[in-house]
């Protein structure tokens, strides 16, 4: 039969745990860099480096990572660098996305939007933030401020659209926007890098709605 074939091919194994289950065993430890060299070698896809998938809370959500699901709120995975990945997210039950959060090389910056798509590169974690549906209607993230702040302004069921202004303490008014009432969550990215340290006021006003929220700018 087959297996007697192969015994007269390769020969009798003496000792099953030296010649073949050891064997099998280094085999399986070798092969995944034999074919990340393969790889390499036949596609040039660049450099591999190392990429950090987190989900903030934990129970938040999920992240998508190109074809697969994550299993975990803290995922390390090596990819190539001149390969782009894409990333999606899905809130769980009783939470909504806020925004990705992308810290590489000192820096941190923030994304909104549902997907995401990069070429990764070493060292970098990309962290998918999320809050409870019954957070505040208006959520800072970071604050204290920084360049790339999202300001989020969640839907109040008004449809009379409204206004976003950022005032210094003494009233001076340093940043203004519109709020679009066709969506239910309004994004403003904001760099206060430029701005001096100290406080300031983040006023929302929407129809009969007026809220405020206190920004520091170290």
Request: proline residues 6%; charged residues 15%.
């Amino acid at each position: 039969g087959e297996v007697n074939h192969h015994f007269m091919r390769w020969g009798y194994p003496n000792v099953w745990s030296s010649e073949v289950e050891n064997k099998i065993k280094l085999n399986c430890l070798l092969r995944p860099a034999l074919q990340l060299q393969y790889l390499k070698d036949a596609l040039d896809p660049g450099n591999v480096v190392e990429l950090n998938a987190v989900v903030h809370p934990e129970a938040g959500g999920k992240i998508h990572l190109n074809s697969i699901d994550l299993d975990t709120s803290n995922w390390l995975g090596n990819y190539f660098d001149g390969v782009p990945v894409s990333m999606q997210q899905t809130p769980a039950p009783g939470y909504i996305f806020y925004a990705w959060k992308i810290e590489q090389n000192g820096k941190t910056s923030f994304v909104s939007g549902n997907e995401l798509a990069f070429y990764p590169q070493q060292g970098m974690k990309v962290t998918a933030i999320y809050a409870t549906e019954n957070s505040n209607t208006v959520q800072v993230y970071p604050n204290p401020v920084s360049n790339n702040t999202i300001i989020r302004v969640l839907d109040t069921g008004n449809d009379q659209g409204g206004s976003l202004k950022i005032t210094d303490v003494l009233g001076k008014t340093v940043y203004v926007n519109e709020i679009n009432s066709e969506y239910p969550v309004n994004d403003f990215v904001i760099d206060f890098s430029s701005f001096k340290s100290g406080m300031y006021i983040a006023w929302i006003k929407s129809g009969s709605r007026h809220e405020s929220v206190k920004l520091i700018k170290p």
